[in-house]
């Protein structure tokens, strides 16, 4: 039988893509290919072995304080250093949990759109 075999990608609209994707790289530091396209890869030194799709309930209060219907998740190799890079940026840090399945921190884009920093435990 045909199955899905990992997320293809993530895909959303802006009121200015361009300028969008030019934060993307220059604070969260994607490497955008053609378009302004970022291909992440499964491969990638430190990538979890899995990607996470969950959907929520359409009143949950995890994505505030932003009013976006999505959140971004972005798995990292060191979310203390990440995270004092943003903050050498001037980028707001929301907040930041420890679990047993890793560590998070959050921040908002340009857009409103709430993204979650994850460094898995391993």
């Given at each position: 039988?045909?199955k899905?075999?990992g997320?293809?990608?993530?895909f959303?609209?802006s009121p200015?893509?361009?300028t969008?994707?030019?934060w993307?790289r220059d604070v ?7 378009h302004?396209?970022?291909m992440?890869?499964y ?5 979890p072995?899995?990607?996470v799709w ?13 009013s976006r219907?999505?959140m971004?998740n972005?798995a ?5 250093g990440?995270?004092?890079m ?7 840090v ?10 998070f921190?959050?921040i908002?884009?340009p857009?409103?759109?709430k ?7 391993e």
């Amino acid at each position: 039988m045909a199955k899905i075999t990992g997320l293809g990608g993530i895909f959303f609209k802006s009121p200015d893509p361009k300028t969008l994707a030019a934060w993307y790289r220059d604070v969260l530091g994607l490497e955008l290919a053609e378009h302004g396209v970022a291909m992440l890869s499964y491969d990638a030194p430190g990538h979890p072995p899995f990607v996470v799709w969950t959907p929520f309930a359409a009143d949950t209060n995890y994505f505030a304080p932003s009013s976006r219907e999505l959140m971004v998740n972005f798995a990292v190799d060191d979310l203390d250093g990440f995270v004092a890079m943003l903050t050498e940026k001037s980028i707001a840090v929301l907040g930041r949990e420890d679990y047993d399945y890793g560590r998070f921190a959050w921040i908002m884009d340009p857009d409103g759109t709430k993204i979650e920093l994850w460094e898995p435990k391993e």
